[in-house]
């Protein structure tokens, strides 16, 4: 079992940065693929940014490309740089491990999940 703390979410105007953080308790994450994901009211969650399990391989959504850095620890941690916020970038930010994954953007293949951070972008 592996258990995910988002933290680092808040209210940020648009142009501003924050830096997301995902913790791992459990077990390390050496052997995950990491992926974030983000759900606004009433939506779907959609994915944003994932690297694979040895951590060489990045994908991200065509809205954030250029904007938003993922980056693994290979140990406890995985960041999400958030860099240019625009107000479509509200939403509840989760992160999630996929055992030996590719980083795929497909949420189903994500077996454990965190309880999400709230990030919210002012205009």
């Known amino acids: 079992q592996v258990q995910l703390v988002e933290s680092g979410g808040g209210l940020v105007q648009a142009g501003g940065s924050l830096r997301l953080s995902c913790a791992a308790s459990?077990?390390?994450?050496?052997?995950?693929?990491m992926g974030w994901f983000r759900q606004a009211p009433g939506k779907e969650r959609e994915f944003v940014a994932a690297i694979n399990w040895r951590g060489d391989t990045t994908r991200y959504v065509d809205s954030v490309k250029g904007r938003f850095s993922i980056s693994k620890d290979n140990a406890k941690n995985v960041a999400l740089q958030m860099n240019s916020l625009k107000p479509e970038d509200t939403a509840v930010y989760y992160c999630?491990?996929?055992?030996?994954?590719?980083?795929?953007?497909?949420?189903?293949?994500?077996?454990?999940w965190g309880q999400g951070t709230q990030v919210t972008v002012s205009s």
């Open positions: 999630a491990a996929d055992l030996y994954g590719t980083g795929s953007f497909d949420r189903s293949r994500y077996n454990f």
């Open positions: 459990g077990r390390t994450i050496s052997n995950y693929a």
